[in-house]
Every structure is written in structure tokens, then in C-alpha cells.
């Protein structure tokens, strides 16, 4: 199958670049972050690229970075907290292995903290994330095809409950075929019968 063994998506602070770096490492393959692309792209850090042109410029920036690490990535791929606001890439995310990692909001708070790392959340950010999750909440459910609850779990357990979701378990085990991994109907719409 082409197209990157794993993607996270989930909102800001949820841990898709904290879990996406342990799954390589668990599963021996590369870790990629559209996040990190751009900055490393643009010279630049995400909070001035929001502060100097604005946050479409950024999305269109995002919207690049992902159709090309989709096109070239096959290992974990993380990608920022908004990329699923477009429509195209929604559709590139369609039959593919996209994990939506979720959380409540006080954990949001907690794990994102104050700063100016995150522009979107810079002012009143518990006000801000509840109001990003519900325009964004039915778009992560669309284009996931699990959903790992990350409350009260460690950064491993996550990993652990991601590689457990998607079966992917046999291609962790040193020497085991990963292609007799048995893997799940492509575009199963997330249920509680997904959740991790
Ligand atoms: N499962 C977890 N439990 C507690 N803290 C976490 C967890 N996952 C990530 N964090 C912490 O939350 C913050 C945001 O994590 P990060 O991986 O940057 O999230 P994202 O890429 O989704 O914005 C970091 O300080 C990280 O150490
Ligand atoms: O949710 C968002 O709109 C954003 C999430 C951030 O990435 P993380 O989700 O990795 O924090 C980053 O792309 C930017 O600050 C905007
Ligand atoms: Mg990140």
C-alpha cells in the first residue's frame, strides 16, 4: 500500500508529535511532521508565519507540505492540529491509516500551557480550544479510521493503544512478517467500536 504507514491527526497539544516520534521508533521507520517541514521551509517559526502573513498564508503552506509528505512518506506522519480544515485534504486523507487522537479539554489546557508556540491559542486558549473542537471535531471523526483517547495516558500507553488499533502489532515484533498483519476495512467510519 502506498501512502504513510501511519497519521495522526487530533487538535493542538493532544501529542501527535510527541506519540508520532515514539511509534517510528517502535515500529523502526521514519517520523515525519508537517509542522516541522514548514518551519524548516520557511526558515521560520509557525508563530511568526501566523503573526507576519496570516493564518491563510500558513494554510496554504500546510496544504503543500501535506500533499507532498503523503506523496513521499511512508513511515509516521504527524500533522498540525488544522490541516484537516481543508477539503483536499480531506479527500488525500481518505482510505488511509489516519489515527485520531483525542482528549478533553482541561487535559488541553494543561498539556499546551501558556506561550506564543501556538498562535490560535495565545489569547483565552481554553475559550479558543473548545471553540476550534467544535468546528473540528466531526472533521478529525471523518477522516479517521480510529480514535485513541489520550486522557490519562502516557505517551507510550498512547503509542502502544495506536499500534493496538490499527493491528499493526505483529510489524513491532523483531522478525515478524508485518504483511501478515491482519488490517482493518479502509474508510470504516470511527464508532465506538473503533475507539482505542
Ligand atoms: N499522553 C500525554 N500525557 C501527558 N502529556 C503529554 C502527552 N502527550 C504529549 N504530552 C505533552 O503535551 C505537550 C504537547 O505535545 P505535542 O506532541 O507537541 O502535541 P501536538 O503535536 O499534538 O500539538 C508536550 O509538552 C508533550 O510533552
Ligand atoms: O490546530 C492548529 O490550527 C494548529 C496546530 C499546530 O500544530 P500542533 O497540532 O502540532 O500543535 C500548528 O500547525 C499551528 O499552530 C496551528
Ligand atoms: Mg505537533
Do not use: C
Not at 13 to 20: A, L
Not at 57 to 72: I, Y
Amino acid at each position: 500500500m502506498s501512502g504513510p504507514q501511519i497519521v495522526l491527526v487530533g487538535p493542538m497539544g493532544v501529542g501527535k508529535t510527541t506519540v508520532g516520534a515514539l511509534l517510528a521508533e517502535r515500529l523502526d521507520t521514519d517520523y515525519r511532521d508537517t509542522d516541522a517541514d514548514i518551519v524548516a521551509a520557511e526558515g521560520r517559526e509557525i508563530s511568526d508565519i501566523f503573526f507576519d502573513e496570516g493564518e491563510q498564508h500558513f494554510r496554504d503552506l500546510e496544504r503543500e507540505a501535506v500533499r507532498t509528505a503523503l506523496a513521499e512518506h511512508r513511515g509516521v506522519l504527524a500533522l498540525g492540529g488544522g490541516a484537516i480544515l481543508d477539503k483536499d485534504t480531506r479527500e488525500l486523507l481518505a482510505d488511509l491509516p489516519v489515527v485520531y487522537l483525542s482528549m478533553e479539554a482541561n487535559e488541553a489546557v494543561r498539556r499546551t500551557g501558556l506561550g506564543l508556540a501556538r498562535p490560535l491559542l495565545a489569547i483565552n486558549p481554553r475559550q479558543q480550544w473548545k471553540l476550534l473542537m467544535e468546528e473540528r471535531r466531526s472533521l478529525y471523526t471523518e477522516v479517521a479510521r480510529v480514535v485513541v483517547p489520550t486522557d490519562e495516558r502516557a505517551p507510550e500507553e498512547v503509542a502502544e493503544a495506536v499500534i493496538e488499533a490499527l493491528e499493526l502489532g505483529a510489524a513491532a515484533v523483531p522478525g515478524a512478517d508485518p504483511s501478515a498483519a491482519p488490517g482493518k476495512a479502509p474508510g470504516t467510519a470511527p464508532g465506538k467500536e473503533n475507539q482505542a
